[in-house]
């Protein structure tokens, strides 16, 4: 149980140009949401919580309106990279907050955005 | 910044424990200590979490020590499957909500 499920996997877009990133919880509900970035050889960087029906939060130094979240659903949520540039290929993971007792997050198993 | 301190990087043979260990000194009474590991290019997988008591199941072992400023993560017999990035983290409340803030992690490498 608690699979959470990213789509796609890897993409690659022209500098300029929007990307949308799915992540769903399959066989959970989740209301919060979670979304890192991560550059080669680093740690993961939260960027964002994303809350079901409400705006997401982001951390200090994150550009709201550049990396667009909505979590429309209980099992869905969204991270839309707007007029993507090249600084911006990275590998973009994010988790669902589970159902059990220790509220631990479970991962996708990431996007990696390539912009050209 | 990270509120968990790990050492860089371990080796350990195959087929033998491996230990690796966690500092969290300013962990508060009612916050759980959770791992992960991240294989190359892969999202982060949950192995175990605990709050006061020791923990096992399937994967490993966690040993969290009677004042929680420690713990640590016992793989019982490292396969080469067990190289990965492990990740001690503890949750960090801001805004309401429970989040995690991402250390280095140890670099665990497991030798044939």
């Known amino acids: 149980g608690a699979v959470v499920s990213q789509h796609p996997s890897w993409v690659i877009c022209k500098s300029g140009t929007s990307v949308k990133i799915e992540c769903r919880s399959l066989?959970?509900?989740?209301?919060?949401m979670f979304w890192y970035r991560q550059f080669p050889k680093q740690s993961l960087m939260l960027m964002a919580t994303?809350?079901?029906?409400?705006?997401?939060?982001?951390e200090q130094g994150v550009e709201k309106d550049k990396f667009l979240i909505n979590h429309a659903s209980l099992t869905l949520s969204t991270l839309t990279v707007t007029s993507a540039h090249p600084e911006d290929s990275s590998f973009y993971i994010c988790?669902?907050?589970?159902?059990?007792?220790?509220?631990?997050?479970?991962f996708g198993p990431g996007t990696r955005l390539t912009v050209t | 910044d990270a509120k968990t301190t790990q050492p860089p990087s371990m080796d350990c043979a195959e087929g033998r424990a491996a230990n690796l260990p966690c500092n969290h000194s300013?962990?508060?009474?009612?916050?759980?200590v959770y791992w992960y590991r991240q294989i190359h290019s892969q999202g982060p997988q949950y192995i175990i979490h605990?709050?006061?008591n020791n923990e096992t199941n399937e994967m490993a072992s966690l040993i969290i020590t009677e004042d929680r400023k420690s713990s640590t993560l016992i793989l019982p017999h490292a396969t080469l499957r067990d190289t990965a990035v492990y990740y001690c983290i503890v949750r960090f409340l801001t805004s309401g909500t429970y989040k995690y803030i991402f250390g280095t992690g140890t670099r665990l490498k497991v030798l044939a």
């Open positions: 300013t962990i508060s009474g009612n916050e759980y």
């Open positions: 988790s669902a907050r589970g159902p059990g007792q220790g509220r631990e997050q479970y």
């Open positions: 994303s809350n079901e029906g409400s705006k997401a939060t982001y």
């Open positions: 066989d959970f509900q989740a209301t919060t």
């Open positions: 605990g709050l006061k």
